[in-house]
């Protein structure tokens, strides 16, 4: 089992910065690969960023590639979400998750947080 708890939303102008923490518990966390989501009001769900279990392979999606990096420290049980550049069409819930192999599909998470609000003005 797997919680995890999201934290460092806010609001932000463009073109600033946000950093996104994931702190999660469980003894097999260092083996998940760890995801970022996000969801805006009436839109689906999608899939932002992951990073494997070892840190050493990431996958970002095209529309933040560049700006947003993904990263883990499994010594603190936590990942996060580095967000420069920000762009109001960033602005959304943004979710960590937590699954056995990599996917940027929702389904293929199995353990998800309650998220955290990223809201971007101008």
């Known amino acids: 089992q797997v919680q995890l708890v999201e934290s460092g939303g806010g609001l932000v102008q463009a073109g600033g910065s946000l950093r996104l923490s994931c702190a999660a518990s469980g003894r097999t966390f260092i083996r998940y690969v760890m995801g970022w989501f996000r969801q805006a009001p009436g839109r689906e769900r999608e899939f932002v960023a992951a990073?494997?279990?070892?840190?050493?392979?990431?996958y970002y999606a095209d529309s933040v590639k560049g700006r947003f990096t993904i990263s883990r420290d499994n010594a603190k049980n936590t990942v996060y979400l580095q967000m420069n550049s920000l762009k109001p069409e960033d602005t959304a819930v943004y979710y960590c998750a937590a699954a056995l192999r990599y996917s940027d599909y929702e389904g293929g998470y199995n353990y998800w947080g309650q998220g955290t609000q990223v809201s971007v003005s101008s």
């Open positions: 990073i494997n279990w070892s840190g050493g392979s990431t």
